[in-house]
């Protein structure tokens, strides 16, 4: 069964930067999906970034709100998703939580961490 666990939030000055990690165990593939979402209270979880794998290439997609500022990686070897994220606002707040995605070809099944709250101050 995949398990994801999510580190790294906390509270942060507006400017500041933190960085997420995702361990994920449970027979993860590098072909899988991983990505960071987010939700904010009284809000829907909304995808700040989602990276996949192709051979040794990967690939990032930002939300609007986050491009230029947080940057998603992924180290294969460690079954791991980092979220870089740099000069944070006080929007950013919300509680974090990491995302896999499985595909084949009869379903796709998501896989999510318990969450990390980061809490931007202004």
């Known amino acids: 069964q995949v398990q994801l666990v999510e580190s790294g939030g906390g509270l942060v000055q507006a400017g500041g930067s933190l960085r997420l990690s995702c361990a994920g165990s449970g027979g993860i593939s590098s072909i899988d999906a991983m990505g960071w979402y987010r939700q904010a209270p009284g809000m829907q979880r909304e995808l700040v970034a989602r990276i996949t794998s192709s051979g040794s290439t990967n690939y990032a997609n930002y939300a609007d709100s986050v491009k230029g500022r947080f940057t998603i990686s992924r180290d294969n070897s460690k079954n791991t998703v980092y979220l870089q994220m740099n000069s944070l606002k006080p929007e950013d707040t919300a509680v974090y939580y990491c995302?896999?995605?499985?595909?084949?070809?009869?379903?796709?099944?998501?896989?999510w961490g318990q969450g990390t709250q980061v809490t931007v101050s202004s």
């Open positions: 995302n896999l995605e499985r595909r084949n070809l009869i379903k796709t099944s998501n896989y």
